[in-house]
């Protein structure tokens, strides 16, 4: 297959690299380290991944604690999604199996009904480095943000069973995917994190809002998708056919050029849905829409973030874009 390029995706959005970048970054390689979630040899490669400056730009008025908290829980996450197929590499039902037990290991971690004694019992470097990590979240967040975002999780790893087993027979739909990929691209716990990363806690009554609901899920939609687009290349190298190209080229019987733009229209559909509502959103009271004015600047930073990250600051995704025609 000839090498795909992508067209440049409307994000008319200013994206904004957190003052703290550069020593999160310098605590954030230590952390990995320290926690042996790297091998000698992978580190050059995590080193180039540069997620702690894909964080920075998610949370960009953080607290260099803060920030810290959420460059190492980021960077865990993507070291697992990295991994986890290397990891599971038996036959199909014993594959399923090892992942169905990382996850149930992986809840009890952060399940606030159980308090680990110690991290003795896991060998593991994940769980471990996921308590330590849980450790200092759970010391900044609310009790009731704590029981919400441990559902998060869930949603993450049921979205990642249901993408395995979608590998062994036909491919969803582009309605399907686009409804579970927020979550397989854990775009929900981006969004999620904002509580108590920005110190930006949006009530439930308002987070609850139909125009807010769907507000932060064409935000999601948006993220996700550039992301399909980015890591194309990436993912027809190993045979991932989980991507939203893929789902559009099976699903509708067109060629991969074809597919792209699709895709690349479904993203900027998503962005101009975003700007429509944030132009109707509700009104409370004047401090829950201050909070909800920065959680909406927030989202556009995200956008804009993600694709400013994707362009220039990590080694993750090769692509190449397209030229435009004058």
């Given at each position: 297959?000839?090498?795909?390029?992508?067209?440049r995706?409307?994000?008319p959005?200013?994206?904004?690299?957190?003052?703290?970048?550069?020593?999160?970054?310098?605590?954030?390689?230590?952390?990995?380290?320290?926690?042996?979630?790297?091998?000698?040899?992978?580190f050059?490669?995590?080193?180039?991944?540069?997620?702690?400056?894909?964080?920075?730009?998610?949370?960009p008025?953080?607290?260099?604690?803060q920030?810290?908290?959420?460059?190492?829980?980021?960077?865990?996450?993507?070291?697992?999604?990295?991994?986890?197929d290397?990891?599971?590499?038996?036959?199909?039902?014993?594959?399923?199996?090892a992942?169905?037990?990382?996850?149930?290991?992986?809840m009890?971690?952060?399940?606030?009904?159980?308090?680990l004694?110690?991290?003795?019992?896991?060998?593991?470097?994940?769980?471990?480095?996921?308590?330590?990590v849980?450790?200092?979240?759970?010391?900044?967040?609310?009790?009731?943000w704590?029981?919400?975002?441990?559902?998060?999780?869930?949603?993450?790893f049921?979205?990642?069973?249901w993408?395995?087993?979608?590998?062994?027979k036909?491919?969803?739909?582009v309605?399907?995917?686009?409804?579970?990929r927020?979550y397989?691209?854990?775009?929900?716990?981006?969004?999620?994190?904002?509580?108590?990363i920005?110190?930006?806690?949006?009530?439930e009554?308002?987070?609850?809002?139909?125009?807010?609901?769907?507000?932060?899920?064409?935000?999601?939609n948006?993220?996700?998708?550039?992301?399909?687009?980015?890591?194309?290349?990436?993912?027809?190298?190993?045979?991932?056919?989980h991507?939203?190209?893929?789902?559009?080229?099976?699903?509708?019987?067109?060629?991969w050029e074809?597919?792209?733009?699709?895709?690349?229209?479904?993203?900027?559909?998503?962005?101009?849905?975003?700007?429509?509502l944030?132009?109707?959103?509700?009104?409370?009271?004047?401090?829950?829409?201050?909070?909800?004015?920065?959680?909406?600047?927030?989202?556009?930073?995200?956008?804009?973030?993600?694709?400013?990250w994707?362009?220039?600051?990590?080694?993750?995704?090769?692509?190449?874009?397209?030229?435009?025609?004058s």
């Amino acid at each position: 297959m000839k090498n795909l390029t992508i067209p440049r995706l409307y994000c008319p959005f200013s994206s904004v690299l957190n003052p703290h970048t550069d020593a999160v970054k310098q605590h954030t390689d230590q952390w990995v380290i320290k926690f042996g979630l790297c091998f000698k040899e992978d580190f050059e490669r995590y080193n180039a991944n540069n997620y702690s400056a894909f964080t920075a730009r998610f949370y960009p008025n953080a607290d260099y604690d803060q920030l810290c908290i959420a460059s190492d829980l980021v960077a865990l996450l993507f070291i697992v999604d990295d991994h986890i197929d290397s990891q599971f590499a038996e036959s199909a039902v014993e594959k399923e199996f090892a992942l169905r037990q990382f996850i149930e290991k992986f809840m009890t971690v952060i399940n606030p009904k159980i308090e680990l004694q110690t991290t003795q019992q896991f060998e593991n470097p994940v769980f471990i480095a996921l308590a330590d990590v849980w450790s200092r979240l759970i010391c900044i967040s609310r009790d009731e943000w704590i029981r919400s975002f441990v559902k998060e999780i869930e949603y993450i790893f049921a979205a990642a069973i249901w993408e395995y087993q979608n590998s062994f027979k036909q491919l969803p739909g582009v309605e399907e995917y686009l409804e579970k990929r927020r979550y397989a691209g854990a775009a929900n716990v981006s969004l999620a994190l904002i509580q108590p990363i920005e110190k930006n806690y949006l009530p439930e009554f308002a987070k609850n809002h139909v125009i807010i609901q769907k507000l932060s899920e064409a935000a999601c939609n948006a993220i996700c998708i550039s992301n399909d687009l980015f890591s194309l290349s990436k993912e027809q190298l190993s045979g991932d056919k989980h991507n939203l190209p893929s789902i559009i080229k099976n699903e509708q019987n067109v060629t991969w050029e074809e597919a792209v733009l699709l895709t690349a229209e479904i993203h900027d559909t998503e962005v101009n849905k975003f700007i429509a509502l944030s132009k109707e959103l509700p009104s409370f009271d004047e401090e829950t829409d201050q909070i909800l004015k920065r959680y909406t600047n927030i989202l556009e930073l995200q956008m804009a973030g993600n694709i400013a990250w994707s362009e220039s600051e990590t080694a993750r995704y090769p692509f190449t874009y397209a030229s435009v025609v004058s």
